[in-house]
Structure formats: structure tokens, C-alpha cells
């Protein structure tokens, strides 16, 4: 991370401020209209949309490898998905996920 | 409404509450042990829990800034991730829009998944609750995961301190991700969106980081949009 202490902080601040103005908007603004249908359909979508996007470069081309796909970071991720999608609890997928990746590095520790 | 039925209605809300636990505490600590590990100071990790409150937002802006991207696209990629709480905002207010100015921005502060969907689901279900039991219900959930959050935070940042730095602890970001998704992909629609977020995400890698990553958002909101509009036209 190559941020100054005054960017981190700046980041830290709009993200607290960004966040809160999002979740007080319509609460904050009596007899505002309501949300267009539109615009509520797209944004029930930017989880599903935002996170895909952000975490497929780090399971195909991880840094740690120098870029290159490793086997491990796969099967990690597949775990990973394929629990919490089965079970329908994050914990689970995360489980699932960090004993494929770490498993190996505890036991060796062992 | 008298005070009892108030004060019920908290106790309500604490323990709907309760099940959340098992999962905000196990995030928290990753919170906290992978934001020391990216080179976040204590003050910084705790304040990003105290003044954000917002797991998978957080978790994302320490992504980017792992990857030292823009500050712009830090914050956008990151508040991008926050934006479907305006829904829950705009859903919030017929039942809580009545509540003292203070009482709806403490309600802001405290909108985020899990106080959301406990209380529009008992608001739902409950339409004779007056007012003041709506809001209390809310806190009752809200302020028992709140504290605990920023509490494993703290102690997460304790024992990040703690963790070799041969570990690649970064990965448990992906890993998170990829669980926080999984149990959202509820449709067609659902998938789609994620599809097109992946496949544009990874065709504009070359970009700033960052950059890819939100031109690929907005076409995984439209696509998802789209589809879901087909698919309700395709039901007879």
C-alpha cells in the first residue's frame, strides 16, 4: 500500500460519509418520491455485480504466483462458492474456502 | 403506545438478532487481522468499522487499496458496493419515516444487511406494530451486532499483529467474496449479472485498477436489470 497516512484517512472519512448519506436518504428525506422502479431493480443488483468482477483477476491470476493461475487458488475459490452456495451461509463458503487454501500450510506447521 | 410494548419490541429485535452473531464476529476479526496485515494503522482499522459499519464495502476498499488504485476508484468500487442500501433506505421509510430527525439518522447509521431484512420482514408480517415498536425493533437488532463488530475489529487488529507475514492472508479477501456472493445468486438475473461482471472485469484487467472494475459493474447492473424484466415477461 503505498497511501500517506492523510490519504487513508481521506478514504476512510468519504467512505463513512458516502456510506451514511446512501442509507439515510430516503429516511432523511420526508415525502421525497419514491425510489424510481428502475433505478431499485438495478441497484438490488450491485452486490452480485461489484464483487464478481473484483475477486475473478485475484483467483486467476493471483500476485502471490506472480500472475500465473495456481491450482490452489482455484480449488480454494470453487470451495469457497460452491459451499455457500449450497448451504446458503457465508460462514460455511469461507470455512470451506480457508481449509482448501490454509489446510496445507497448518498441517505443515504441525 | 405505552412503554412495554416498546420496550418488548427492543428485546424483540435483540433476539432476532442474536443469529447474526456467528457470523459478524468471524468477519470482524478478519476485518481487523487483514487490515493490519495491508498496512493500515489500529486507529485507521477500528475507525473504517466505527465509522463505516458496512463489511462487504470495507472489504473491498482494502482490496483496491491493496492494489494501490486511484483513491477515486478506492471509493467508488467501494461505495458502489453500498449502494443497494438506499433501497433498503427508500423501503425503510413508509414505516420509520415518522421517527424523530435523530431517531432516523441513528437509523441511517445503523442500515445495513442484517437490521434491514430482520425489520422489513417483522414490519411485513406485523402491520399493526405502531411507530415507536418499529423503531425500537430496529435498534434491538442493529445494536447487537454494531458493538460487536467494532469489538472483533479491535481484537482481530490485535492478533493481525501477531500472524507471519509468510502467510498469504490477503486471500481470505477472495475467499470472503466469493461466500458473500454465493448465497446472493437467487435468479437468473442473479447469475447473469455476475457472469458479465467477471467476464468484462477480466477483459478490461489491463486498465487502472479499479477502472475495469466499475465500467464492468454497470453492465452487470444493467444485464441484471434486463433479465430479470425478460424473465418476469416470460411468466404467463
Redesign the interface.
Known amino acids: 500500500?503505498?497511501?500517506t497516512?492523510s490519504?487513508?484517512?481521506?478514504?476512510?472519512?468519504?467512505?463513512?460519509v458516502?456510506?451514511?448519506a446512501?442509507?439515510?436518504?430516503?429516511?432523511?428525506l420526508?415525502g421525497?418520491g419514491?425510489?424510481h422502479p428502475?433505478i431499485?431493480?438495478?441497484?438490488?443488483?450491485?452486490?452480485?455485480?461489484?464483487?464478481?468482477?473484483?475477486?475473478?483477476?485475484?483467483?486467476?491470476?493471483?500476485t502471490?504466483a506472480g500472475g500465473e493461475p495456481t491450482l490452489l487458488?482455484f480449488m480454494?475459490?470453487v470451495m469457497?462458492?460452491?459451499?455457500?452456495?449450497k448451504t446458503?451461509?457465508?460462514?460455511?463458503?469461507?470455512v470451506a474456502?480457508?481449509a482448501v487454501?490454509?489446510g496445507p500450510?497448518v498441517i505443515g506447521l504441525l | 403506545m405505552t412503554a412495554t410494548t416498546t420496550k418488548s419490541a427492543y428485546w424483540a429485535g435483540v433476539r432476532d438478532g442474536l443469529p447474526y452473531i456467528v457470523m459478524v464476529v468471524p468477519f470482524a476479526l478478519l476485518f481487523g487481522v487483514v487490515g493490519i496485515e495491508a498496512g493500515l494503522s489500529m486507529a485507521q482499522t477500528i475507525s473504517f468499522s466505527v465509522l463505516v459499519i458496512a463489511g462487504a464495502s470495507q472489504f473491498a476498499a482494502l482490496q483496491l487499496m491493496l492494489e494501490n488504485a486511484a483513491i477515486g476508484f478506492v471509493l467508488l468500487a467501494a461505495l458502489a458496493v453500498n449502494l443497494r442500501m438506499a433501497m433498503y433506505s427508500a423501503a425503510l421509510a413508509p414505516h420509520l419515516g415518522a421517527a424523530p430527525f435523530w431517531q432516523r439518522a441513528l437509523i441511517g447509521y445503523l442500515n445495513f444487511d442484517q437490521s434491514y431484512m430482520s425489520s422489513i420482514a417483522k414490519y411485513e408480517d406485523n402491520p399493526q406494530m405502531a411507530m415507536p415498536e418499529k423503531v425500537a425493533y430496529f435498534l434491538g437488532v442493529a445494536l447487537v451486532i454494531s458493538p460487536l463488530w467494532c469489538l472483533f475489529t479491535y481484537v482481530g487488529a490485535r492478533l493481525g499483529a501477531t500472524v507471519p507475514s509468510d502467510i498469504e492472508v490477503a486471500f481470505i479477501l477472495p475467499i470472503a467474496f466469493l461466500s458473500m456472493v454465493a448465497p446472493m445468486l437467487k435468479s437468473l438475473a442473479h447469475v447473469a449479472a455476475a457472469v458479465v461482471s467477471i467476464i468484462v472485469a477480466l477483459s478490461l484487467a489491463g486498465l487502472p485498477a479499479g477502472s475495469g472494475l466499475l465500467i464492468a459493474a454497470v453492465c452487470a447492473m444493467v444485464t441484471g436489470g434486463v433479465v430479470e424484466t425478460w424473465t418476469e415477461r416470460a411468466k404467463p
Open positions: 500500500m503505498t497511501y497516512q490519504e487513508i484517512w481521506l478514504i476512510i472519512g468519504i467512505m463513512a458516502g456510506t451514511f446512501i442509507r439515510f436518504s430516503f429516511l432523511g420526508i421525497a419514491a425510489i428502475l431499485e431493480r438495478m441497484l438490488r443488483f450491485t452486490p452480485v455485480a461489484v464483487l464478481p468482477g473484483m475477486v475473478a483477476p485475484l483467483i486467476l491470476w493471483p502471490s487458488h480454494a475459490a469457497a462458492l460452491g459451499v455457500a452456495y446458503r451461509k457465508v460462514v460455511w463458503g469461507m474456502g480457508c487454501f490454509y500450510l
